[in-house]
Every structure is written in C-alpha cells, then in structure tokens.
Nanobody, 115 residues
C-alpha cells in the first residue's frame, strides 16, 4: 500500500503561483507513475501532469509551459509547481500514484484562483 498526504493548496490571485506537494509512504523511486489530477465542480477528473519512473513527463495541454511536475527522492514527494494561474485552474487537486499496478489517491487539496 501507499499512503499519500497532500499540501500546498489555497487561494491565489490570477497570475500567481502555488506549489503542491504530495508525500508518499514509499520511496518514489519504486513507484511506476506519480501524478496530479484535478476536478472542477461539475466536471470530470482530469490528468494535469505525471512523471514516470524513467523521468518521462506528460502534461495537460492547457497547463504546458505553466506547470512543472517533479520528484524529490530524498523527501519521497511528488510536487507540482503551478505558475501563471488563471481562474480555469480552480479545482480540487489530487495526488495519484501507480504502485504494483494499483492506483492510490490522496485526499485532495483545493486550489482557488480568484481576485
């Protein structure tokens, strides 16, 4: 099993930045895929960014060049740096990992972009 604890959400003005962090109970080196999803009210959950064990990254088109996903092997975290935020980024953000073929989810953290 993998337990995930997220932090870093909050309220930010348009154009601002936030950094989300997800602490895993296992070494991130042993995890196949680490990523972030989000779900806005009335919408389906969507993949925002992910990084695989070999370091390959993928991003939702609308966040490319604004968001960066990374791993910290020392702290066993997967982080999401979000820049140039806009109101359309408002959602609950969920950490997700795939470990031994099983999906694990964090509890979610609210990100609100508003003036």
């Amino acid at each position: 099993q993998v337990q995930l604890v997220e932090s870093g959400g909050g309220l930010v003005q348009p154009g601002g930045s936030l950094r989300l962090s997800c602490a895993a109970s296992r070494s991130v080196f042993s995890i196949s895929v680490l990523g972030w999803y989000r779900q806005a009210p009335g919408k389906e959950r969507e993949l925002v960014a992910a990084i695989t064990r070999d370091g390959t990254r993928r991003y939702l088109d609308s966040v490319k060049a604004r968001f960066t996903v990374s791993r910290d092997f020392a702290e066993n975290t997967v982080d999401l740096q979000m820049n140039s935020l806009n109101p359309e980024d408002t959602a609950v953000y969920y950490c997700n990992v795939v470990y031994q073929g099983i999906n694990y989810w964090g509890q979610g953290t609210q990100v609100t972009v508003s003036s």
